[in-house]
Structure formats: structure tokens, C-alpha cells
């Protein structure tokens, strides 16, 4: 049963616009999310979190916006750069559980020129 | 330069022939935690470790050993490997208990170990 679901296991976005990648949940006793880049053949890095009492953070180009009603929360890139071009993976960990992070299946960003 | 390293970083071998693949941090990290990653599948976790000689399953234990007997190391065992280990395989690992947020929180990965299994 995948707690974490990134639907779209794929996006393309032109450089200089908005990409929008999207994180859904079912569990509801997640209090924590972040989200983890990953570059080919390099191990993810860490790139933004958030906390459940908030809706939103934002750090740089990167802003994380949570809809705890919908278990739903996305990553926004303005403007998208074709260093961008990874995976992105959404993880989520539960407020009496903060031993484990669960990851999503990923979303495969490609900024082209 | 902080890093966290695993070798090898690539393996083939065959069913029922136990392998290690080696984990090391310089970062003086508490936490550290093993993933494998497979298409469809993202990141499941296998087992982690909050301090040395404290290890606990994660979510796909079975098949893989753990030990952590020095802070640094969090080496990954497969006594008898098989095929369905045939997987992209990460270590990671964290201070984030020692900043105040929860250890599992912003890891730092490795670069990954190609392991199959024929």
C-alpha cells in the first residue's frame, strides 16, 4: 500500500516557466514532509520541507505548498532552470514515528531551453 | 569534505553467494539508514540504526542484515541474495536529532550501489 503517491511519474517545462510537481497522501498521522532531489547516478539531496502547521514554505526558487484537507502537497519552481532536469521524490514521516521517512515513487523534471 | 560513501558501487553476483556493501560517514552522524530503490517502487527503507548498536527494521527487511558497531559504519548484509535483490541500493544518514528535528529528517545520501543478482 504506497502511503506516498507521486502520480505523474514524468514532466517536461520550458526554461523560465513554472513546474509544478505533485504529492498525495493517505495517511493522516503524517505531521512532516519534505521533499528529496535526485540527480542520475548520485544519491538524493535534500531540498525543502514543511511542517503540518503550515501551508506553506518557501526557500529561493522553491515553494512547498501543504493542503492538509485534500492530503495533498505540491513543489513549485519559479523559474524553472534546466539544472532542474532530476527526480524529485516526496517523503513524509508521522508525528510519533519521526524514526522513518516515507518516499514517494518520484517525478521525473526535464527543463528544456 | 562531508560525504557518506558505499562500496561497491557496482555488483553482480549470483544467487545465494553473501555479499557486504560497506557504508561510511565522516560527519559524526547518530542516524544512518539503508534504501533500495526500484522502478515503480521510489525509496523503501530496509533497516536504520539511531546509534551505534541500536538497529531496527524498516519496511523490506527480510533477505538483509545490519550491524553497527562503530558510529561511522552501517554496513548492509545479504547472506544469501536473490534475484528480487536486484535493486539500486542506498545508505544514508543524519544528525538531525543533535539540531533538534527528528534524526530521519534531511538525510544525506550516498551515491548508491548497482547491485543484480543473477
Known amino acids: 500500500d504506497q502511503q506516498v503517491k507521486q502520480n505523474s511519474p514524468s514532466l517536461s517545462v520550458q526554461e523560465g516557466r513554472i513546474s509544478i510537481l505533485n504529492c498525495d497522501y493517505t495517511n493522516s498521522m503524517f505531521d512532516y514532509f519534505l521533499w528529496y532531489k535526485k540527480y542520475p547516478a548520485e544519491g538524493p539531496t535534500f531540498l525543502i520541507s514543511?511542517?503540518?502547521?503550515?501551508d506553506k514554505n518557501e526557500d529561493g526558487r522553491f515553494t512547498v505548498f501543504l493542503n492538509k484537507s485534500a492530503k495533498h502537497l505540491s513543489l513549485h519552481i519559479v523559474p524553472s532552470q534546466p539544472g532542474d532536469s532530476a527526480v524529485y521524490f516526496c517523503?513524509?514521516?508521522?508525528?510519533?514515528?519521526?524514526?522513518?521517512?516515507?518516499f514517494g515513487t518520484g517525478t521525473r523534471l526535464q527543463v528544456f531551453p | 569534505e562531508a560525504q557518506v560513501t558505499q562500496n561497491p558501487r557496482y555488483l553482480i553476483t549470483v544467487t545465494g553467494k553473501k555479499l557486504t556493501v560497506t557504508c561510511s560517514q565522516n560527519?559524526?552522524?547518530?542516524?544512518m539508514s539503508w534504501y533500495r530503490q526500484d522502478p515503480g517502487l521510489g525509496l523503501r527503507q530496509i533497516y536504520y540504526?539511531?546509534?551505534?548498536?541500536?538497529?531496527d527494521k524498516g519496511d523490506v527487511p527480510e533477505g538483509y542484515k545490519v550491524s553497527r558497531k562503530e558510529k561511522r559504519n552501517f554496513p548492509l548484509i545479504l547472506e544469501s541474495p536473490s534475484p528480487n535483490q536486484t535493486s539500486l541500493y542506498f545508505c544514508a544518514s543524519s544528525s538531525g536529532s543533535l539540531a533538534g528535528i527528528p534524526a530521519s529528517y534531511e538525510q544525506y545520501f550516498g551515491p548508491g550501489t548497482r547491485l543484480t543478482v543473477t
Open positions: 540504526s539511531m546509534n551505534v548498536e541500536v538497529t
Open positions: 514543511i511542517s503540518s502547521i503550515k
Open positions: 560527519m559524526n552522524h547518530e542516524y
Open positions: 517523503a513524509a514521516s508521522e508525528a510519533y514515528n519521526t524514526d522513518k521517512l516515507i
